[in-house]
């Protein structure tokens, strides 16, 4: 646990975007492209979550916040955008700067000076990959979109962002098509230059390494843990040899609890329990409970 701390430590300290032009989030319209984009997307360290369709204002503040820091460190925020090709798809990108100016107000943000870029799903990119058009426009709702100026753009006919999850060579174009979104802004050499700024970092923590505090701390939890793990047994082998005991009479004499006269274990009761034969919680002894009033009579 402390080794893996240790080892993600330059990720949590470097600041990556010291010395960059652009500073770049991403946002997709569905859950299932997170998983294809996630992976690429934390080579170079950007940000990416899913709308789910139209972009809620908690997402449309987290993008106002993270461009505010950029842009106080002299960055050019942009955002990429991914949603179906269909005409909601498309509204949405196209509409999606002035959503975020709609929060200016909460958020103090303009988004003016932010770049917004929408890498797919295109037509280009439609063809280039053989992905699969549907012949219709009907929405989630099962109702058809009439929107005449994507029809004559486009005809009656739409392709959703899952088609890229087709085969294995659509998958493939999926990830091309991230990369290369990210590397127009960040550059081919974007995750070689990340990776010496970690290292930079990592040298800068020589002597955090050195401290012998983190051995202790990882020695001691190796103990803790053996510890827990030989208490575990321990208390398995009591019950073990217990679990075969004949029952034995115990004597209550007070309110609420009792004690197992085997292990010490506490436990509760009550009058209507004068008789009952239970058994203890920790070591399984059988114990035919009596009540000393009941006793004594």
Excluded at 108 to 117: A, F, M, Q, R
Excluded at 188 to 198: I, M, P, V
Aim: glycine residues 6%; charged residues 35%; aromatic residues 10%.
């Amino acid at each position: 646990m402390v080794s893996e701390f240790l080892g993600q430590l330059p990720t949590y300290t470097t600041d990556y975007w010291a010395g960059e032009k652009y500073y770049l989030m991403m946002c997709v319209e569905k859950g299932d492209l997170l998983s294809l984009f996630e992976l690429i997307c934390r080579e170079y360290h950007v940000p990416v979550v899913s709308s789910k369709g139209w972009p809620p204002i908690l997402l449309r503040t987290h993008v106002a916040r993270l461009s505010q820091r950029a842009e106080a460190d002299g960055i050019t925020p942009v955002l990429l955008l991914f949603y179906d090709h269909d005409p909601a798809g498309l509204k949405i990108t196209d509409t999606f700067r002035k959503n975020l100016e709609d929060c200016r107000k909460g958020t103090g943000w303009s988004p003016d000076l932010l770049i917004i870029k929408r890498f797919g799903l295109n037509e280009d990119d439609i063809e280039r990959y053989n992905l699969t058009w549907i012949e219709n426009l009907k929405t989630g709702s099962g109702k058809e979109a009439h929107d005449e100026e994507y029809i004559e753009r486009f005809g009656k006919k739409k392709c959703e962002s899952n088609a890229l999850f087709k085969n294995d060579e659509t998958l493939k174009a999926g990830e091309e098509i991230c990369r290369k979104a990210i590397e127009k802004y960040y550059g081919s050499d974007a995750r070689e230059r990340f990776k010496r700024k970690e290292e930079r970092s990592k040298r800068g923590l020589e002597q955090v390494y050195k401290n012998s505090l983190w051995m202790q701390f990882d020695n001691g939890i190796d103990e803790l843990v053996k510890f827990l793990a030989d208490k575990k047994i321990e208390k398995k082998a009591i019950r073990a040899s217990y679990s075969v005991e004949k029952e034995i009479k115990v004597i209550v004499d007070n309110e609420y609890y009792g004690r197992c006269p085997r292990c010490g274990e506490q436990f509760n009761y009550s009058e209507k329990d004068d008789g009952r034969l239970v058994r203890c919680r920790s070591c399984q002894q059988p114990m035919r409970l009596k009540l000393k009033s009941q006793q004594e009579s």
